[in-house]
């Protein structure tokens, strides 16, 4: 597997499993209809900040990776990441490559840490590879989350110093 920075080019590919997996509202706070086009814009973040595409040998992209500050100004020194796996090539590695790349563009870029904002708890696969990377829960807003099938739960704020 190589992770490369995406192209514009590469949302033709991307796009299929980000709206699956965004209107499934099952993981992430984006709206469930968000549509293409604004997906895009929001997906594709400006330099410094980086999107990369997880490829198997194919050149098949197997998932995405958006890297970016999580705040800014005198909270600009951590960093925050937001990952996508095609769910037919999920359970092969690909969450936890791009997570650990991610860790290590932060760390190269100075950041002093990561913190991501919004996990779902009930997000069980990704709340234990995140823990098994050294992230740990530092708190949790209740109901903060409306699962379509479970109805309102935590959204986790998970953190890893750098």
């Known amino acids: 597997m190589l992770i490369r920075e995406a192209t514009r080019e590469d949302w033709h590919a991307i796009w299929p499993f980000f709206h699956t997996i965004v209107a499934a509202g099952e993981t992430l706070t984006y709206p ?32 995405t990776a958006k890297m970016n500050r999580n705040h800014m100004g005198n909270g600009s020194h951590i960093a925050s990441a937001t990952y996508m796996v095609d769910p037919a090539h999920s359970g092969k590695g690909v969450g936890r490559a791009l997570c650990e790349y991610s860790v290590d563009w932060a760390r190269d870029a100075g950041f002093r840490a990561m913190q991501f904002n919004a996990v779902v708890e009930t997000n069980t696969h990704a709340v234990r590879l995140y823990e098994s990377i050294g992230f740990k829960v530092i708190g949790t807003l209740p109901e903060g989350f409306n699962h379509p099938a479970e109805g309102y739960v935590g959204l986790h704020i998970m953190h890893k110093s750098l």
Do not use: M, S
């Open 32 to 63: 469930p209809d968000l549509g293409k086009e604004d997906a895009q814009e929001w997906w594709y973040v400006a330099a410094p900040n980086r999107v990369v595409v997880a490829v198997d040998d194919r050149g098949t992209i197997l998932g």
